[in-house]
């Protein structure tokens, strides 16, 4: 079957540093993403990872490793407005998205 | 980036009605999706929308409830049919994008309440 499994909830303190994990187990791969969704809106794209490895964008950093099933999503210096759900999404075989549940993140002062 | 809206973008229905969403995008695509998004939930995706061919459905999602039209490259609808309580949900269309069409950008979503 396929099954992704991440955190349903974190807390962490502005300017402070957090990672969400994802781990997962899908008929094929074909890529890793994650996503930011504020409450009320739309996802909005954050990285793509299809290789192992760091990908660095700014304050947010995508890891990979598939022979582990495993991702994290680092965000650094965080500021009130990171406060959203991220949701880890495979691209399985049929280069269709399976979705994580999501991680809501509360940032406090 | 691929800018995408959707009309409407919230409505309140009778139940036994139908509803159409309209997702319109700035540049050709090859890929749209249709997702719904249950309150608090992730996102299960509904159907992907061929271009000049008939929509592909997920297991639970049959083309009677909820027809999709493709008629060009930068539009489709969904159509939400015979609806009832259980459909109220945020309904999301998506465009694949990108150099390697593996980014995904969506609409702002249309928020249908069924009464």
């Known amino acids: 079957g396929q099954n992704i499994d991440q955190p349903t909830e974190m807390t962490a303190t502005e300017g402070a540093i957090v990672q969400i994990n994802c781990t997962y187990q899908?008929?094929?791969?074909?890529?890793l993403f994650w996503y930011q969704q504020h409450a009320g809106e739309a996802p909005k794209f954050l990285s793509y990872n299809v290789l192992d490895g760091l990908e660095e964008k700014g304050r947010f950093s995508s890891f990979l490793s598939r022979s582990k099933g495993y991702s994290y999503l680092l965000l650094k210096e965080l500021q009130m407005k990171d406060s959203a759900s991220y949701l880890c999404a495979i691209m399985d075989s049929n280069y269709q998205l399976i979705w994580g549940a999501g991680t809501k993140l509360i940032i406090k002062p | 980036s691929a800018v995408i809206s959707q009309k409407p973008s919230r409505d309140i229905c009778q139940r036994g009605t139908s509803l159409t969403i309209q997702c319109q995008v700035d540049s050709q695509v090859t890929m749209m999706f249709w997702y719904r998004q249950q309150p608090g939930q992730s996102l299960t995706l509904i159907a992907t929308a061929n271009q000049g061919s008939e929509a592909t459905y997920e297991s639970g999602f049959v083309i009677d409830k909820f027809p999709i039209s493709r008629p060009n490259l930068t539009f489709s609808t969904l159509t939400v049919s015979n609806m009832s309580p259980e459909d109220s949900s945020i309904y999301l269309c998506?465009?694949?994008?990108?150099?390697?069409?593996?980014?995904?950008?969506f609409g702002p979503g249309t928020r249908l309440t069924v009464t």
């Open positions: 899908t008929s094929g791969f074909n890529g």
């Open positions: 998506s465009v694949g994008s990108g150099q390697d069409l593996y980014e995904q950008y």
